[in-house]
C-alpha cells in the first residue's frame, strides 16, 4: 500500500528529530496493522461507502466501556451541523461516551435541516450497530460544503461496522478521515504514570492548513488513562493552544474543525488535578498533539518545507504569538520560503503589521544558526549560506525582538504552485 | 512601447466599464505623450538611474508654485525611511510643497540611521537641482526591503532633472514607479467647478495586492484646484478608504505605502469646506481614485480576474466590510476563482470566520446575476452557468445576510501559480 508507505517515511523522519519527554516511549508505527495498537479497550472499523467513490471515507472508532471526552470546536459562526450535534452530545455525556463516527469527502456543513438531521442518523445509525446510545457518539465530517451526504450509502456501510472493528486499524482509521492529505497521520505513545502504564494514540488530517481559513483540521485522541472528563477538557484545551492552534492563524475557523478525545477510566487508578501522573499525563498528551499538529503542516497542501517560525524576546507571549502567526501566514514569506530566497525583509515587515508591539531597530533574524539581521538593521550574511538552509526540508526561523520575555512558536509551510492546483478544482 | 500599449488597453477597458459621476469628463489617455496632461503648473521628469537595471526607476513631479499636500502613511511599525521622512516634510509644510521624488527598485525601509540619512539626501538634492527647500519635497520609495539606497547612482541621475522636466510625462512618471507592476497606471478627470474648470490627475503603483501584506501601494495625485492642506487631507483620508484601503484586507500595512496628493493653489478661487463645489471635488477625487485602485488589482501579481466582492444586509457598515474583506482575502477563495469554481461553500464560510455577525441560514449569494445560494441553505443553480459567469475576467459576487443595512464593496484578484512564481524570488 503506497501510501501507507509514504506515511511510514514521512511519521518516521519526524519522529526521529523530536525530542519526547520523560515517561513516555514512543511506538513503532510499523506494528500498527499487526498488533494492538489503539489501547486497550478502543477498536475501531472502516469503509469504502462510496462517497469518495473507491476511497476509505468512513471510520468509526469505539470503546468497550463508557469513556470521558472533551472536544475542541470550530468556532466559526457557520459551523456544520456535525459539529452542532456533537456539542450537544458531549454536553449530555461527557462522562459516557462510547464512539466517534466520521465521514471524509463531505463536510455536512451548510446543509441546513437536512444537514443536521442527517448528522443525527449517522449518530443513531453508529448506536445502533454498537449496540449503545445515539448521545453516546460524537460526529464528525470533513470535505466539500454545501452538498448533502449521500445517507443510504453511508447507512449502508454502517451496516457492516459490527463485523469490521479491529485493534490494529489505526492507520486505516488516519486514511478513512483524509480529504487531500496525502498520506495519513496517527501515532502513538506509551506512557509510564507512578503506578501504572497507559497508552495515548491519535489521528489527525488536514492538508489545507498552508492556508488555514477553513480547510478541516481533524484530531481525535483516545487513552485508556482513568481521567474525569473536565480534568480532560482542560488538557485538551490548553494542549490544542500550543499544537493545533499553533499551525494556524485563526485557530480553529474552519466549519468542522473538531479535535475530541476519549479516555476510557474502566480498571485504573484515576489521575487526579495537579498531581504528578497529571503532569506527566498533560506533557505526553501535548508532545503527541505536536507531533499531529507538525505532521499536518508537513503534509501541508503542495508545501515542500516544514519551518518553525519562532518570536522570542517579545513584551509579552500575546506580543510574540501575533507576531510568528503573521509571518507564518504571510503569502510573501511563504512564497520566498518556496524560492529559497533569504528574504528578511518581509519577515520584519509581517511582524510589523503584526500588531505586536517592538522596536524594529531591536530585531534580529536568525535562519537556523545563521545571523541574516543583527539590531540596527546591520545585514551581512553568506547568501550562499543561507540558500543551503533554505533548502532543508525542515528548519527553523527566529526573530528575536530583544524587547521581553515573551515567545512563540507556530509551525508552517511554504506556499507552492501546486497549493493552487489543488485548491484551484477542489470541488469540482 | 509594448508596455504603453498594454496600459492603453487595460486602462481603457476598465474606463469603458465605468461611470463617471456627474461634472467630470475623463481624458484620453491616448493624449497623455502627445500634450499636457498633468493640470496646469505641474510637471515630471524621469530617468534610469540604475537601480534597476535600464529601466525608468526615478521620478520627480514638481509645481511651478507651492501647492497645499496631504497624503495617508502606512501604519507598518517598520516603516520605511522615506515615510519617516515625508511625514516631517509633510508636518512643517503642508501649505507650501513643491514636489514628489520617487525611486523603484528599492524600498529604502529597514535600512537604518542611513535609509534615513538617504532618503534626507534625496529630499536635498531634489530640493537643489529644483530650487526649493528641502522640506518641500515629499520622498517615497518602493521596491526590495533591506538594502541600502544607491545613492551615488540616484545623485547623479537627479543632476540632469532640470532638463528633463516635461508636461506630459504623465505615462513616464506611472512606468518610473513600477515594481512588479506589468503596465504603468494613469488616469485624469477633467471637472466642472461652479465658475472654472480644473483637473485632477492621478499615477498610481501596487501589483502584491493579491497577496496585501507588505507589497507597497503608491498613487500620487496632483490638481489645479485652489484647496486648503486640512480640507485637502480629510477628502484624501476619504477617499482612500472607499478607494485604496478597499482593496486589501489591512488597509495600509506595507513599510512604503504612501498615497500623497498636491493641489496648486495658484490663481484660482479656494474651495471652502462644505460647498458645492467641494462636494463636486470629492466625488471625482473619490472616482479616480477607485479607479486607479481598481487598476492594480487588475495588475495584481499573477491576476487573470477582477472580483468585486459585495456584502449587503449586513447589521452595520464594519460587519459588512469585516465579511467583505475576509472572503476578498481567503486564499481557498481566491484559488476556487482561479479555477472557476462555483465554491459558494468557501464564500459562506469566509464570512463565517470574520467576526461580521449575522445569521448563516439568512445568507443568499449571487455570481453577478446568477443566485448560487438561497436563504436556508438551499442550492440549485446551472453549473454551465456559474463556469460562464466566472470565466468572465470582471464579475461581481454578491453576499446578502438579510441582516440589515451594512454594505461594503472589496476588489480583489485570483490567486494564481504566477503569483508564486513572481514571489518566490522576487528578491534574487
Same mark, same amino acid.
Given at each position: 500500500?503506497? %501510501?501507507?508507505?509514504?506515511?511510514?517515511?514521512? %511519521?518516521?523522519?519526524?519522529?526521529?528529530?523530536?525530542?519526547?519527554?520523560?515517561?513516555?516511549?514512543?511506538?513503532?508505527?510499523?506494528?500498527?496493522?499487526?498488533?494492538?495498537?489503539?489501547?486497550? #479497550?478502543?477498536? @475501531?472499523?472502516?469503509?469504502?461507502?462510496?462517497?469518495?467513490?473507491?476511497?476509505?471515507?468512513?471510520?468509526?472508532?469505539?470503546?468497550?466501556?463508557?469513556?470521558?471526552?472533551?472536544?475542541?470546536?470550530?468556532?466559526?459562526?457557520?459551523?456544520?451541523?456535525?459539529?452542532?450535534?456533537?456539542?450537544?452530545?458531549?454536553?449530555?455525556?461527557?462522562?459516557?461516551?462510547?464512539?466517534?463516527?466520521?465521514?471524509?469527502?463531505?463536510?455536512?456543513?451548510?446543509?441546513?435541516?437536512?444537514?443536521?438531521?442527517?448528522?443525527?442518523?449517522? @449518530?443513531?445509525?453508529?448506536?445502533?450497530?454498537?449496540?449503545?446510545?445515539?448521545?453516546?457518539?460524537?460526529?464528525?465530517?470533513? #470535505?466539500?460544503?454545501?452538498?448533502?451526504?449521500?445517507?443510504?450509502?453511508?447507512?449502508?456501510?454502517?451496516?457492516?461496522?459490527?463485523?469490521?472493528?479491529?485493534?490494529?486499524?489505526?492507520?486505516?482509521?488516519?486514511?478513512?478521515?483524509?480529504?487531500?492529505?496525502?498520506?495519513?497521520?496517527?501515532?502513538? +505513545?506509551?506512557?509510564? +504514570?507512578?503506578?501504572?502504564?497507559?497508552?495515548?494514540?491519535? %489521528?489527525?488530517?488536514?492538508?489545507?492548513?498552508?492556508?488555514?481559513?477553513?480547510?478541516?483540521?481533524?484530531?481525535?485522541?483516545?487513552?485508556?488513562?482513568?481521567?474525569?472528563?473536565?480534568?480532560?477538557?482542560?488538557?485538551?484545551?490548553?494542549?490544542?493552544?500550543?499544537?493545533?492552534?499553533?499551525?494556524?492563524?485563526?485557530?480553529?475557523?474552519?466549519?468542522?474543525?473538531?479535535?475530541?478525545?476519549?479516555?476510557?477510566?474502566?480498571?485504573?487508578?484515576?489521575?487526579?488535578?495537579?498531581?504528578?501522573?497529571?503532569?506527566?499525563?498533560?506533557?505526553?498528551?501535548?508532545?503527541?498533539?505536536?507531533?499531529?499538529?507538525?505532521?499536518?503542516?508537513?503534509?501541508?497542501?503542495?508545501?515542500?518545507?516544514?519551518?518553525?517560525?519562532?518570536?522570542?524576546?517579545?513584551?509579552?507571549?500575546?506580543?510574540?504569538?501575533?507576531?510568528?502567526?503573521?509571518?507564518?501566514?504571510?503569502?510573501?514569506?511563504?512564497? @520566498? +520560503?518556496?524560492?529559497?530566497?533569504?528574504?528578511? #525583509?518581509?519577515?520584519?515587515?509581517?511582524?510589523?503589521?503584526?500588531?505586536?508591539?517592538?522596536?524594529?531597530?531591536?530585531?534580529?533574524?536568525?535562519?537556523?544558526? +545563521?545571523?541574516?539581521?543583527?539590531?540596527?538593521?546591520?545585514?551581512?550574511?553568506?547568501?550562499?549560506? @543561507?540558500?543551503?538552509?533554505?533548502?532543508?526540508?525542515?528548519?527553523?526561523?527566529?526573530?528575536?525582538? #530583544?524587547?521581553?520575555?515573551?515567545?512563540?512558536?507556530?509551525?508552517?509551510?511554504?506556499?507552492?504552485?501546486?497549493?493552487?492546483?489543488?485548491?484551484?478544482?477542489?470541488?469540482?
Amino acid at each position: 500500500m503506497k %501510501i501507507l508507505h509514504k506515511a511510514y517515511s514521512a %511519521i518516521e523522519a519526524l519522529a526521529a528529530g523530536t525530542t519526547w519527554p520523560e515517561h513516555t516511549t514512543p511506538l513503532n508505527i510499523r506494528d500498527s496493522g499487526k498488533k494492538q495498537f489503539w489501547p486497550k #479497550g478502543f477498536s @475501531a472499523g472502516t469503509a469504502r461507502a462510496g462517497i469518495k467513490s473507491g476511497k476509505r471515507d468512513l471510520v468509526v472508532i469505539t470503546a468497550d466501556e463508557p469513556c470521558s471526552a472533551a472536544a475542541v470546536f470550530t468556532r466559526n459562526l457557520c459551523s456544520a451541523a456535525p459539529v452542532t450535534l456533537s456539542k450537544e452530545h458531549l454536553e449530555q455525556s461527557a462522562s459516557s461516551m462510547r464512539a466517534i463516527v466520521c465521514n471524509s469527502g463531505n463536510a455536512n456543513a451548510a446543509t441546513g435541516s437536512k444537514g443536521l438531521s442527517d448528522a443525527k442518523t449517522m @449518530a443513531e445509525k453508529t448506536a445502533e450497530v454498537l449496540g449503545i446510545k445515539p448521545w453516546e457518539v460524537l460526529v464528525s465530517s470533513t #470535505g466539500v460544503i454545501g452538498v448533502p451526504l449521500p445517507m443510504e450509502k453511508i447507512n449502508d456501510a454502517l451496516d457492516t461496522f459490527s463485523a469490521v472493528l479491529l485493534e490494529d486499524s489505526c492507520a486505516d482509521a488516519a486514511e478513512a478521515i483524509m480529504t487531500t492529505d496525502t498520506f495519513p497521520k496517527f501515532f502513538a +505513545l506509551d506512557v509510564s +504514570l507512578s503506578t501504572r502504564d497507559i497508552r495515548i494514540c491519535g %489521528i489527525a488530517k488536514g492538508s489545507g492548513m498552508i492556508c488555514p481559513d477553513m480547510a478541516t483540521m481533524l484530531a481525535f485522541l483516545v487513552t485508556n488513562a482513568n481521567i474525569s472528563h473536565s480534568l480532560l477538557r482542560d488538557m485538551l484545551s490548553k494542549a490544542t493552544e500550543r499544537s493545533f492552534n499553533a499551525i494556524t492563524v485563526d485557530g480553529d475557523t474552519s466549519t468542522n474543525d473538531m479535535v475530541a478525545m476519549l479516555s476510557r477510566s474502566a480498571g485504573s487508578e484515576e489521575i487526579l488535578p495537579g498531581s504528578r501522573d497529571a503532569e506527566i499525563f498533560h506533557t505526553a498528551l501535548e508532545s503527541l498533539m505536536t507531533f499531529l499538529a507538525k505532521l499536518i503542516v508537513r503534509d501541508g497542501e503542495g508545501a515542500t518545507k516544514l519551518v518553525a517560525i519562532r518570536v522570542e524576546g517579545a513584551p509579552s507571549t500575546s506580543d510574540a504569538q501575533k507576531a510568528a502567526r503573521t509571518v507564518a501566514n504571510s503569502n510573501l514569506v511563504k512564497t @520566498a +520560503l518556496h524560492g529559497a530566497d533569504a528574504n528578511w #525583509g518581509r519577515i520584519i515587515a509581517a511582524a510589523g503589521r503584526s500588531g505586536a508591539v517592538f522596536n524594529p531597530e531591536n530585531v534580529s533574524i536568525k535562519f537556523d544558526d +545563521l545571523v541574516v539581521l543583527e539590531p540596527g538593521y546591520v545585514s551581512d550574511f553568506s547568501e550562499k549560506e @543561507a540558500k543551503k538552509i533554505l533548502g532543508r526540508s525542515e528548519y527553523t526561523i527566529t526573530v528575536s525582538m #530583544g524587547n521581553g520575555p515573551g515567545c512563540a512558536v507556530v509551525h508552517t509551510c511554504d506556499l507552492s504552485k501546486d497549493y493552487v492546483d489543488i485548491n484551484g478544482s477542489y470541488r469540482t
